[in-house]
């Protein structure tokens, strides 16, 4: 089947340039929202607020008569003639004014609602395999039927409930049945006996008065089905950060991680009502932290990655059950391990952490302009890499710079449309 759009363009504009221009709008709107994303913590990035876009190719393409001599009128002109140059903004050498000279305006800015904000900060990407492990505690409200009730709506009447109250009603009352009626008009058309025939009129009249003191359904056996509003279940998760904070971390590693971190949150956010973030940094041990400690906490020592996953693992004993949990983890780091660690690494993640994990990725950061992604693999990478050949649910992507995070992150969570892609992915 084929679809012809025949609709006619709008007065002067061309429908093809019409949606080119929607799209390079949107592309910059994009834009900002990732821009203003930066400087947010992890859990602010939901929220809405103010972007700007710049007004540079914001006008819409329009069909202009171009060539030819035109005369026009310009009402309310009292400044100018023809054949007068009208200056430029700015010191008269056509460069703009400097901040806070002049009146000028060259960004559009707008204020984003949370809902608008996310989803273009989300656009065309999804998390893979979200599996409902069960159904964790109940804090919405759902209903439920709960019997009959005399009262209520309309369009809640139970008709078969109702039509056999009013049935039982009849029987017990004795209202005649049609039946009786019809085979008792029946034999008065029938009689020639007069006497009998005024006999059988009377009791005619007295079933069909009977008939009309008692009613086919009467207001009392109408009933009503009832609900209830119960406690329903939602779904809950947890993710957890890990990130290797030994001195080979720079600050520029931690932020590429940020952003990695950042979202994975917002994905989780989208499906989860409740969303819980574990922070666990790593030197040669682990410890659970706040953000502010996890980012930007100084730290020094070696690297046991095993000590972070051995941190989660008893995380989620104590406090995170996995059949109440959908667990979700994400690990930061530039892939030094120490090498007696990978046996206990292995271990972690086969037995401990992966079979309770819905999703567990590994980004490995670098620094940007010196990482080199035909550099050999490092230890952590290769020891990954081997677990995944195995047949391990392992994600892995490297990166070496901020505006590498997002492709990374769509090509992690893109959409798989058959269930073939999603278990080659």
Request: one cysteine or more; aromatic letters at 8%; hydrophobic letters at 35%.
């Amino acid at each position: 089947m084929h679809i012809i759009d025949r609709r006619l363009n709008p007065g002067g504009k061309s429908l093809e340039n019409r949606q080119r221009f929607l799209r390079r709008a949107k592309a910059l709107v994009q834009g900002a929202v990732k821009k203003t994303s930066q400087d947010r913590d992890i859990k602010d990035v939901l929220e809405g607020g103010e972007v700007s876009i710049p007004l540079d190719g914001m006008d819409e393409p329009r069909f202009r008569r171009e060539g030819g001599t035109r005369d026009m009128v310009l009402p309310g002109n009292k400044k100018f003639i023809e054949g007068d140059i009208l200056p430029r903004p700015g010191d008269g050498s056509g460069r703009k004014s400097g901040p806070g000279q002049g009146d000028s305006e060259d960004a559009f800015r707008f204020v984003l609602s949370k809902e608008e904000f996310v989803n273009l900060f989300l656009d065309d990407l999804e998390l893979p395999d979200l599996a409902k492990r069960k159904f964790a505690e109940a804090e919405s409200e759902g209903l439920v039927r709960a019997g009959y009730s005399t009262s209520g709506s309309p369009a809640n009447i139970s008709i078969s409930r109702t039509v056999t109250r009013a049935m039982a009603r009849r029987v017990a009352l004795r209202r005649p049945r049609p039946e009786a009626i019809a085979e008792l008009e029946a034999r008065i058309a029938e009689e020639t006996d007069e006497e009998k025939k005024a006999a059988l009129v009377a009791e005619l009249e007295a079933l069909k008065a009977k008939a009309k003191r008692i009613p086919f359904i009467d207001p009392i056996d109408i009933r009503y089905r009832r609900f209830e509003a119960v406690p329903k279940p939602i779904a809950q998760a947890v993710m957890f950060c890990l990130m290797d904070v030994s001195g080979s971390m720079s600050e520029h590693m931690k932020d590429l991680a940020k952003r990695f971190y950042m979202l994975l949150y917002v994905f989780l956010t989208r499906r989860y009502r409740h969303v819980e973030i574990v922070f666990i940094r790593h030197t040669d041990r682990a410890e659970e932290v706040d953000e502010q400690t996890f980012f930007y906490g100084p730290a020094s020592g070696g690297t046991l990655v095993s000590s972070a996953l051995q941190c989660m693992h008893d995380i989620v004993r104590s406090r995170f059950r996995p059949s109440d949990w959908n667990i979700y983890a994400a690990q930061a780091s530039d892939g030094d391990n120490a090498t007696s660690d990978s046996e206990n690494v292995a271990r972690l993640l086969t037995d401990n952490i992966l079979p309770v994990s819905q999703f567990f990725a590994y980004l490995e950061v670098g620094e940007s302009g010196t990482y080199s992604f035909e550099m050999p693999d490092s230890a952590l990478w290769s020891l990954y890499e081997r677990l995944r050949a195995n047949g391990q649910p392992l994600s892995m992507r490297k990166v070496r710079d901020r505006s590498e995070i997002f492709p990374v992150f769509h090509d992690l969570f893109q959409r798989r449309g058959t269930t073939q892609e999603r278990a080659a992915s």
